[in-house]
């Protein structure tokens, strides 16, 4: 692997996205024995960092968050990007690959409140933000009489929202918060099989171009079978649902030795209808289990159910 003297890593420069792409890094460095300073990173401003006044569901999708840094790996600026994986588009711009992944986190979501235990124990009509669809038909669906609302920016902002009072309660992934250091602020973990997780949530993505094979065999180094099976699965289901920001879709996937278990959801925006199906099989047959559940949730989507 001496063939390059760096590789450079393009990111986001939220705090999350930083210590994603930090971990990245490291990874790298240990895997092929290089210094930590052939891995710089390039820290790129996308347009879901610059629009924090609306949904968005309401500006373009997740989309939003990728295109800059895409085009800049695609004109050959960076060389290796990291992405939260819930945030990338179901298709890549052509010569962009998904690599892998690395070891997934916490796939759970966590309840950040002021007052309450659980999402059971807040008060009735408390005041709870959310920038997710997806969290908010979910919310919604629990508790019809909480407010929900949007609430964009980052960890930290979010978490001074709270302790202003601005609102009652959030939710936030806990893998973001782990590797943030911030756990403290967590009232309790929503369970997986109560708050189905967005797909991809916790797993970080590199995305590398398609026809730099030495990057492609830098990362490989790093990446994780289990998660990438278990991605294989929720975004095949995703894919098939046409799933963006714009439609309340929850995918997850766990693993035990090499049997799959992906269960899905698709929620009326207002919480008042969820359509949900599993499946169980082969690990080798992951994305086919997955594109199989999409397609039964799909069929049994009643026309209109995202009102439109």
């Not at 009326?268 to 997955?290: C, F, H, K, V």
């Amino acid at each position: 692997m001496s063939e390059r003297k760096s590789l450079v890593i393009g990111t986001r420069g939220s705090p999350l996205a930083l210590a994603q792409a930090n971990e990245t890094a490291a990874r790298l460095a240990q895997a092929l024995g290089w210094p930590n300073e052939r891995f710089p990173l390039d820290v790129i401003r996308t347009s879901g960092d610059m629009i924090q006044d609306r949904a968005l569901s309401e500006a373009g999708g997740k989309g939003l968050f990728t295109k800059e840094i895409d085009a800049a790996q695609i004109a050959g600026r960076v060389d290796v990007t990291v992405h939260s994986a819930k945030d990338l588009p179901n298709d890549l711009p052509d010569g962009l690959v998904i690599a892998g992944y690395l070891p997934r986190e916490d796939a759970r979501d966590a309840l950040i409140a002021r007052a309450g235990a659980s999402l059971a124990d807040l008060p009735r009509g408390a005041r709870v933000g959310s920038a997710s669809l997806r969290r908010q038909a979910l919310l919604r669906r629990a508790r019809p009489d909480l407010e929900v609302s949007l609430l964009r920016g980052n960890v930290g902002t979010r978490l001074q929202k709270i302790a202003d009072g601005a609102f009652d309660a959030t939710l936030l992934a806990m893998a973001g918060l782990r590797r943030l250091g911030l756990t403290e602020h967590v009232t309790a973990p929503l369970d997986v099989e109560a708050f189905t997780p967005a797909v991809g949530q916790g797993a970080i993505a590199i995305v590398v171009r398609a026809d730099d094979a030495f990057a492609t065999e830098a990362v490989a180094r790093i990446l994780c079978r289990e998660t990438g099976l278990r991605l294989a699965a929720e975004r095949a289901f995703l894919a098939v649902l046409d799933g963006s920001c714009r439609t309340p879709i929850a995918g997850h996937a766990t693993l035990a030795g090499e049997r799959i278990r992906l269960t899905g959801l698709i929620a009326r925006p207002d919480g008042s209808q969820t359509i949900e199906g599993e499946r169980e099989g082969m690990a080798s047959d992951a994305a086919a289990l997955g594109a199989d559940l999409g397609e039964e949730l799909r069929a049994r989507t009643p026309s209109g159910f995202f009102g439109d």
